[in-house]
């Protein structure tokens, strides 16, 4: 098992920054790759980010190209999510999750998930 806890969600402007993180514990975290998802209100989650097991490796939605970046720090089991130039559609509850594979964007493929953490961009 992986538990998985997102924090530094929150209110901020457009334009403005976020760093989200994903912390882990329980079995050995850099066995896992590392999946950013977020679900707007009233609508459907979608991938956002994803990162492999050493972070040597990221991939990025369309949407967040060149605004977002992912990270990990393996000896702090954390995953990081660095948000720049947010916009009033980034507003989402957004999700960590921890897979056995590469790089994965489809939700079935992860296996364990955190439970959220809302943020909210005002325009």
């Known amino acids: 098992q992986v538990q998985l806890v997102e924090s530094g969600g929150g209110l901020v402007q457009a334009g403005g920054s976020l760093r989200l993180s994903c912390a882990a514990s329980g079995r050995t975290f850099s066995n896992y790759g590392v999946g950013w998802f977020r679900q707007p209100p009233g609508k459907e989650r979608e991938f956002v980010a994803a990162?492999?097991?050493?972070?040597?490796?990221?991939y990025l939605a369309d949407s967040v190209k060149g605004r977002v970046t992912v990270s990990r720090d393996n000896a702090k089991n954390t995953v990081y999510l660095e948000m720049n130039s947010l916009k009033a559609e980034d507003t989402a509850v957004y999700y960590c999750?921890?897979?056995?594979?590469?790089?994965?964007?489809?939700?079935?493929?992860?296996?364990?998930w955190g439970q959220g953490t809302h943020v909210t961009v005002s325009s």
């Open positions: 999750a921890a897979t056995p594979r590469v790089l994965e964007v489809g939700m079935t493929k992860y296996d364990y």
């Open positions: 990162i492999t097991r050493t972070g040597s490796v990221t």
